[in-house]
């Protein structure tokens, strides 16, 4: 047992985890958190308190930020405003198919290697940018970097709101991308629109895995639709499956009506144990 804070570099961005240590920061309070290239300036989004896990493995805050702190936090700001901008222009003149998702930039990098800006973007396919960084160089007086990403790396790089409503999963609290397949579209039965069951990158969508072991350990012990079953109202066909409640929908042979039963009460191995 022991305490945690939620940090973000952003607004609605991506959270992350500390052990505020001695320290006590309260919500919107700004603190210095260790990372690669140095301590970096944060927002406290979530106030330190005590949690029942382990907090062992969590890293620590450097030290609540100062005013020197902040005003670094804003020139790097500034500076990656200015980077954005110029890495655009050049693009539109080099004529590359190329988008700027994101920029990065380092006033003194480890080593004291000095400034180093990074330029995170997309493209079709692969591109070549060799002259485009060399004039990036003489133009930001720095030593840059061009990544290029995939789809849903650059999904989660910008942020956005899914289908459901709420944050993109990448954005906020996935860490890595598990494969996703069609057939998880198919066991839970959803339409097979690309519309549909894409996600803000236009890859199947993350959540499709959320539920998946639900629907699997369902389809391995109830009736197929079609199978002729014994309920507690009579006998009668399956119609339906309702995964979520655990339930059968039998079209009943005496009447013809509808009954929602759960699996269980249908199932094979229950009704022999009943039996016997």
Not at 23 to 31: E, F, K, S, T
Not at 32 to 59: K, R, S, Y
Request: hydrophobic letters at 35%; glycine letters at 8%.
């Amino acid at each position: 047992m022991g305490m945690l804070c939620a940090v973000s570099f952003n607004r609605y961005g991506r959270l992350f985890y500390f052990d505020p240590g001695d320290l006590r920061p309260q919500v919107g309070d700004r603190v210095l958190v260790p990372t690669d290239d140095g301590p970096e300036v944060a927002e406290c989004v979530w106030a330190a308190q005590w949690v029942t896990e382990e907090t062992e493995g969590f890293p620590r805050l450097v030290a609540m930020a100062a005013d020197d702190d902040l005003r670094r936090d804003e020139l790097l700001r500034k500076r990656k405003a200015e980077a954005k901008v110029a890495a655009k222009k050049l693009i539109r003149e080099h004529e590359l198919p190329m988008k700027v998702v994101a920029v990065d930039h380092v006033l003194d990098s480890a080593g004291g290697q000095g400034a180093r800006t990074t330029i995170y973007f997309t493209a079709p396919h692969r591109v070549d940018f060799r002259s485009l960084v060399r004039d990036l160089g003489a133009t930001l007086h720095c030593r840059v970097e061009l990544r290029q990403l995939s789809a849903r790396d650059s999904a989660r790089v910008q942020g956005g709101i899914g289908s459901c409503g709420r944050d993109l999963c990448c954005a906020t609290f996935l860490n890595d991308f598990e494969p996703v397949t069609i057939r998880m579209a198919k066991d839970q039965d959803l339409p097979l629109n690309p519309l549909r069951i894409s996600g803000a990158c236009g890859r199947l969508m993350c959540c499709l895995k959320y539920e998946h072991p639900l629907y699997a350990a369902y389809q391995a012990t109830a009736p197929a639709v079609g199978s002729r079953v014994t309920t507690p109202e009579g006998d009668g066909r399956v119609v339906g499956h309702s995964v979520p409640r655990d339930e059968v929908v039998v079209r009943l042979d005496a009447d013809g009506s509808r009954c929602s039963c759960s699996r269980a009460s249908v199932c094979g191995p229950r009704q022999a144990y009943d039996s016997r």
